[in-house]
């Protein structure tokens, strides 16, 4: 159980560790929308199955997730809960790095992947306030609430769009840094205004037009990666 102190800090008995696990459960939870395997949590952390089991485990002994050897994990509300507060710091730290610090969207989430397990409560809610409670981060994710709440998303990725569809890029899906620093050449980032000009069957790649100017060629892996939506941001 937590406890504040009158600094504004957390005593946590949750480690790194273990938060990251619970966040990576979240995310894959949404993702599948499913219950997640051992090999699902392995294959994304990149560690052992009898690792992943015995984190599991551990976590299921605090009530932090449900598990079932045979059929895979979920979070618990609890666990949830505080995966949704690790995703809310991580996003804010993002934002932060990115507008205040000046740190490229390339670069920022490996930071934010440390700060994100700082305990002081008092501090998130004032970069909160110092950023005016922003919505998104700079890659278009949607950032939580002080309860929790996340804003509305109606987007799609690129790739389940049809010829001749227009619309705006409101997030990245991957937050790896090859794919931003690529993104950042060809002109893509969220708030681009996008056209699909042509589907090519041979290798499923895209022929997009972006802002109404620049013509490029895109993979469908790449194209699976930007969600879009209709309504500009």
């Known amino acids: ?24 459960i979240y995310k ?17 952390l990149a560690t052992k199955a009898s690792s992943v089991t015995s984190m599991v485990r551990k976590l299921a002994d605090k009530e932090l ?16 809960r505080i995966a949704v507060k690790i995703l809310r710091k991580h996003r804010l730290w993002e934002l932060f790095l990115f507008r205040i610090l000046d740190f490229r969207w390339d670069e920022i989430h490996e930071i934010a992947e440390e700060l994100e397990h700082i305990k002081s409560d008092a501090l998130v809610e004032r970069i909160d306030f110092f950023l ?20 509305e998303n109606k987007s799609l990725p690129l790739s ?24 950042t050449r060809i002109g893509v980032q969220p708030g681009t205004r996008i056209e699909i000009l042509e589907l090519n069957d041979y290798d499923n790649s895209f022929e997009i037009k972006l802002n109404d100017l620049n013509e490029v060629q895109i993979s469908n892996k790449v194209a699976a990666n930007i969600l879009t939506s209709d309504n500009e941001l």
Not at 68 to 74: A, L, Q
């Open 28 to 44: 894959l939870e949404h993702e599948l929308e499913d219950e997640v395997t051992m090999g699902d949590l392995a294959g994304h």
């Open 132 to 151: 005016n409670y922003p919505r998104r981060d700079p890659h278009g994710d949607p950032i939580p609430d002080q309860n929790g709440n996340l804003p």
């Open 65 to 80: 997730v449900n598990y079932s050897r045979y059929r895979g994990v979920t979070l618990t509300a609890e666990g949830e």
């Open 160 to 183: 389940k769009q049809i010829k001749g569809y227009k619309g705006t890029v409101v997030a990245v899906r991957d937050d790896n840094s090859d794919l931003l620093a690529y993104l």
């Open 1 to 24: 159980m937590s406890k504040s102190i009158s600094t504004g800090h957390i005593i946590s008995s949750n480690t790194v560790s273990e938060e990251n696990y619970i966040k990576t």
